[in-house]
């Protein structure tokens, strides 16, 4: 690349980052105002201050954020963990087994992973009433998994496809029973799918807002996207604005953290060496 | 060790198509069996078959006196090196080597021993805490044949193992596995389509055409007396030439002119209306440069030289013929399925490097009739084959490798002491 190119592919990368950054810094710079100085037509806070965080975490707000940050994690940590272990099952049989049917459940996992949730909320609000799976933590995993395992299942599958069959049998003559050889071999090399898919899992659990709010009721199972929505100003007359504003940092936090810790482990190309090359 | 015994095995796929169709083999205990034959003919199925990793329709593949039809590959303690070696990416060389005895259980120390010692037949020492992605393919090669020697296997099984290398690494890697399986004493099945491979590593070697053995015999018996006409175009680079032929009294007349046979083979020929004359390139020479005492045992003839190659150390020269237009589209058709292309009939003579023979010149050549053979166009069937004689230079063969073993262990043990001793104990 000449010297020229260089500059007009940063020029855009810039471009692009501030585009897709700047609501984020507006967020975060809104959470560091004080309620006053919400709308006072800066970008910048007037006066940096921690009321917001302090509101969330220790005061009015807490009650309401705290449980709701911590049901956040349960559900979607295992919302991640059984999706994520179904689909590898799932995906491996896809990937290398021949029955029949299985096109019919690919079409059904994109079906599903396309279907509008919003219309499925209502009939699953009295279902779930019914059966007493209403505002618990299983009664949103549930619906979780159902967002989860379909995308998982399809990069997953598309994972295993890439891993030379021969792997395997090398295995299975190395004196590995079928099982040793998913273990042992299988599951290292796709391990990198088997991460990206956790994150994509994740983030799709954790950012879900229509079941949340619909399904639960008190802070026994709420997420915190459905927590935010209920915050309130300190009187009926204050905008809750800075409260959301940090507590939506807050809640970036984790998925920040996650993908730093993980993208080391998205390493394509972990099979580079298995073969000839 | 063991003998691997085969008797009418059959592989149909889903379709009905018999990628293999009764083949019955025997490999003797610690022999070196060659499968080979065009693509498609069904040699690493069979290979598959005796491994496990493809279901027999119907026979028994017997190995170790034990018939093991329905056991899984574990089951069956093979090894096997992949043609695209199948090393374990997230395993370091040792691991990887290591891999099938931890899958055995075995002790850490014992491990340690044994992964040391295949590495230092290998070479391997210097790279094994190494990951197979920063090796060469030569280094990866040694690798999978590491990870096949480390366990007391029955049989080793290659699939290929050369065909990714390139043409240099590949003749060093010949006469190692060469070595490797003499002094382990090993039984050893190995598939390849490439004959130089076939021919030197072989005890034996089995050339399957569609799925059914065509001959089994040592590389010699399968180059001087071949069954048909498949198999005596296969053996052989360059090619044996089949120029059409009709037969008058005990003389064959052929393109370049009259063949004469001795009483017996003339008799076996007789009583078709044409037939194929086999004679390999290097049956033919320059006229000129021919002994006169050798002369009077062949036929001299002249023909117009196409085309000259001189290569040092010896040198083809190509000469068209006509042919009847069915042998020409039986010898196309043969070319295709021996995988070569060949488009025009032209007979490849092997002459003398110093020869002046020029191209596009009429030159005078002369032809060893002895050694020719004479196959039924129709059948494909050699109809001068002497059985024993080819039989006499199997039973060479298998003398040779039984002195060969001998001598490669009795001199492994001294070269390396106590490491081919291990070898040779774990090989037993």
């Known amino acids: 690349m000449s010297t020229k190119q260089k500059t007009w592919w940063w020029i855009g990368g810039v471009l692009i980052v501030v585009y897709c950054l700047f609501p984020i810094a507006w967020i975060l710079s809104l959470s560091f105002k004080t309620t006053a100085d919400l709308a006072n037509k800066q970008f910048l806070p007037s006066a940096w201050t921690w009321e917001n965080y302090t509101t969330i975490l220790t005061g009015t707000a807490s009650d309401l954020f705290l449980p709701a940050l911590r049901n956040s994690f349960g559900i979607c940590l295992i919302a991640t963990f059984i999706s994520c272990v179904l689909s590898m099952f799932a995906a491996y049989a896809i990937a290398r087994l021949d029955f029949p049917g299985k096109k019919l459940i690919l079409g059904t996992a994109l079906a599903v992973a396309i279907f509008p949730v919003i219309s499925i909320v209502t009939p699953l609000f009295n279902l779930w009433r019914q059966i007493g799976l209403y505002d618990t933590w299983p009664g949103l995993i549930i619906p979780y998994l159902s967002l989860t395992l379909p995308i998982s299942i399809w990069t997953m599958s598309a994972f295993f496809r890439e891993i030379p069959w021969e792997m395997e049998q090398a295995a299975q003559v190395d004196g590995a029973t079928t099982w040793q050889a998913f273990r042992k071999v299988i599951v290292p090399l796709a391990a990198p799918g088997v991460f990206t898919t956790a994150i994509i899992a994740f983030f799709i659990a954790w950012n879900d807002f229509a079941y949340g709010i619909s399904l639960t009721s008190t802070s026994r199972a709420r997420p915190v996207p459905a927590a935010l929505g209920l915050f309130s100003g300190a009187s009926q007359f204050q905008d809750p604005t800075g409260a959301i504003a940090a507590a939506a940092v807050i809640v970036t936090i984790p998925v920040v953290v996650l993908v730093l810790i993980f993208q080391r482990r998205i390493v394509a190309g972990l099979t580079n060496g298995a073969v000839k090359g | ?428």
């Open chain 2, 1 to 428: 060790m063991a003998s691997i015994e085969m008797r009418n095995i059959v592989k149909q796929y889903g379709d009905g198509y018999p990628a293999v169709n009764d083949v019955s083999l025997d490999i003797a205990d610690g022999e070196f069996m060659i499968l080979v034959g065009p693509s498609g003919c069904g040699k690493s199925t069979l290979l598959r078959m005796i491994v496990g990793l493809e279901d027999i329709t119907s026979g028994d593949m017997v190995i170790g006196g034990k018939r093991v039809n329905d056991l899984a590959p574990r089951e069956r303690n093979l090894s096997m090196v992949f043609q695209n070696y199948a090393l374990y990416p997230h395993m370091t060389v040792y691991e990887n080597i290591a891999f099938p005895l931890r899958l055995s259980k075995t002790p850490d120390d014992e491990v340690r021993r044994r992964v040391t010692e295949a590495s230092d037949v290998l070479e391997l020492k210097e790279h094994l805490e190494r990951k197979p992605a920063n090796l060469s393919g030569g280094q990866r090669q040694r690798v999978a044949m590491g990870r096949a020697i480390v366990r007391q296997a029955e049989a080793f099984l290659f699939d290929e193992p050369l065909s990714n290398l390139d043409a240099k690494l590949r003749g060093q890697m010949r006469t190692e596995i060469s070595r490797l399986q003499r002094r382990l004493g090993i039984t050893t099945v190995y598939v390849t389509h490439d004959q130089t491979e076939a021919m030197t590593l072989g005890d034996r070697v089995c050339v399957l055409r569609k799925g059914k053995i065509q001959q089994v015999a040592s590389p010699r018996e399968l180059y001087e007396q071949p069954v048909n006409l498949f198999v005596a175009g296969f053996i052989g680079s360059p090619p044996m030439n089949f120029l059409p032929a009709t037969l008058e009294g005990t003389t064959l007349s052929t393109p370049f002119g009259p063949i004469a046979l001795d009483e017996q083979r003339a008799t076996a020929v007789r009583g078709r209306d044409l037939l194929l004359v086999g004679i390999r390139p290097e049956y033919f020479e320059d006229a000129s440069l021919v002994d006169e005492a050798k002369r009077p045992l062949g036929s001299v003839f002249r023909a117009r030289v196409d085309v000259t190659e001189w290569l040092g150390d010896s040198q083809y020269a190509y000469i068209p013929y006509e042919a009847p237009e069915t042998i020409t589209a039986q010898l196309r058709d043969l070319s295709r399925e021996l995988d070569s292309e060949e488009l025009r009939t032209q007979a490849i003579v092997s002459i003398d490097s110093t020869s002046r023979i020029r191209e596009g010149r009429e030159a005078e050549f002369w032809l060893d009739s002895r050694k020719v053979h004479v196959f039924d166009p129709q059948t494909g069937e050699n109809l001068t084959r002497d059985a024993e004689a080819g039989a006499r230079l199997t039973q060479m063969a298998t003398e040779d490798r039984v002195d060969q073993v001998q001598h490669a262990q009795a001199s492994g043990q001294t070269v390396s002491g106590q490491s081919s001793g291990a070898h040779r104990a774990g090989a037993v």
